[in-house]
Nanobody
Framework: QVQLVESGGGLVQPGGSLRLSCVAS????????MGWYRQAPGKQRELVAD???????TYAEAVRGRFTVSRDNPQNMVFLQMNNLTPEDTAVYYC???????????WGQGTQVTVSS
């Protein structure tokens, strides 16, 4: 069974940093695109960043220059380093493994990130 488990969320002050981690099990994920989505209360889920099997990364405009996505294929892990956080970054963050077009694939359970004074 494919399982994605996120960790690293929490409460942080504006300007602070968090590092999210995701561990995949049940498959070898090195061939697939991985990424992070987030969903704030009352808003639609949005792509934050993704990274291909070849480690080419893309970012949403809102996080470009502040967030860095990376992956460690031998460990079946993907990471999201989040710097200079703002209250607008508050959301549940989901690890994602892409298997086709758009948002198709597997999802983690989510980890809450709250940015507040």
């Amino acid at each position: 069974q494919v399982q994605l488990v996120e960790s690293g969320g929490g409460l942080v002050q504006p300007g602070g940093s968090l590092r999210l981690s995701c561990v995949a099990s049940g498959m070898v994920f090195s061939y697939y695109k991985m990424g992070w989505y987030r969903q704030a209360p009352g808003k639609q889920r949005e792509l934050v960043a993704d990274i291909t099997a070849e480690k080419y990364a893309t970012y949403a405009e809102a996080v470009r220059g502040r967030f860095t996505v990376s992956r460690d294929n031998p460990q079946n892990m993907v990471f999201l380093q989040m710097n200079n956080l703002t209250p607008e970054d508050t959301a549940v963050y989901y690890c994602w493994l892409g298997t086709g077009l758009g948002e198709s694939g597997f999802w983690g359970q989510g980890t809450q990130v709250t940015v507040s004074s």
